[in-house]
């Protein structure tokens, strides 16, 4: 296995991201995501590439958010709208994207899930955002609304209101999954044949009009900028950092009731 935590290859028109921190459920770094952000931002001017997979290393894991202690040395805020344009930048791809789930997919995992054209998981698969049971913060609107989008409404309020994750079977009856499959590698075969066998045209197009119309559904709210400094520099996500990294359950307060 290579000591490098993103491995990516091409070939014939296909790049394949490997998340490869299997020791850490694949959880993202700070580097992790300047990597993508670089990739994605070279991708979009490359017409020879038709197809980007992106998947985890180690069978237990697509990517299980992010490494928690990068939070100690950033501004938990910023930290969180750097996220968003690399987020941004995966979305806006003109390439057709496919998230290739085998096993946890929570957090910041998920988000790089939803922000994918297609999802095609393993059985064994879980998908959320357990924040309010870890870590006390909150997600940007875009990104709670892009899980809105690929899981309905009252599946991702149940997510972030109680913790509660999702497994492939359920995932893929709410629409938010492709294909549950035991050959995972096969499905991505196939997949990736039949989208290099088809129009670049039509899926460029097609492409601009969906993510034009989810630009204007799913545009931060005014507040969010305001709200997210709230939650980072609140009680709870400190606790949530401290017990996390203390491999405590954390003990939140009541909240604001306000």
Not at 130 to 144: D, Q, Y
Not at 166 to 177: K, Q, T
Request: charged share 25%.
């Amino acid at each position: 296995m290579s000591d490098q935590d993103l491995l990516v290859t091409s070939a014939d028109g296909v790049v394949t991201v490997v998340f490869n921190r299997p020791q850490r459920h694949n959880a993202f770094t700070k580097a992790m995501y300047t990597e993508m952000l670089d990739l994605f931002t070279d991708l979009k001017d490359r017409p020879d590439v038709r197809v980007v997979v992106l998947r985890g290393a180690g069978g237990r894991a697509f990517a299980a958010g992010n490494e928690i202690s990068d939070f100690l040395e950033a501004d938990a805020a910023a930290y969180e709208e750097w996220i968003r344009e690399m987020l941004q930048a995966l979305f806006e791809l003109p390439q057709v994207t496919i998230a290739a789930v085998d096993g946890v997919c929570v957090g910041g995992g998920l988000a790089v899930a939803t922000h994918c054209d297609i999802r095609i998981a393993t059985p064994d698969s879980r998908f959320g955002y357990p924040i309010a049971k870890t870590l006390g913060n909150a997600l940007s609107g875009p990104v709670v609304y892009r899980c809105q989008a690929a899981f309905g409404e009252s599946t991702t309020r149940s997510m972030l209101l109680t913790g509660r994750l999702v497994d492939a079977d359920r995932a893929y009856d709410l629409g938010a999954l492709v294909e549950v499959t035991e050959d995972l590698n096969g499905s991505i075969d196939k997949l990736v044949a039949e989208v290099t066998g088809a129009s670049a045209t039509t899926q460029r197009a097609t492409k601009r009009q969906l993510n034009a119309y989810a630009a204007r559904a799913e545009a931060a709210p005014d507040f969010d900028e305001q709200m997210l400094r709230e939650v980072y520099t609140g009680p709870d996500f400190t606790e949530g950092v401290r017990a996390f990294l203390a491999k405590e359950k954390p003990k939140f307060g009541q909240g604001d009731h306000s």
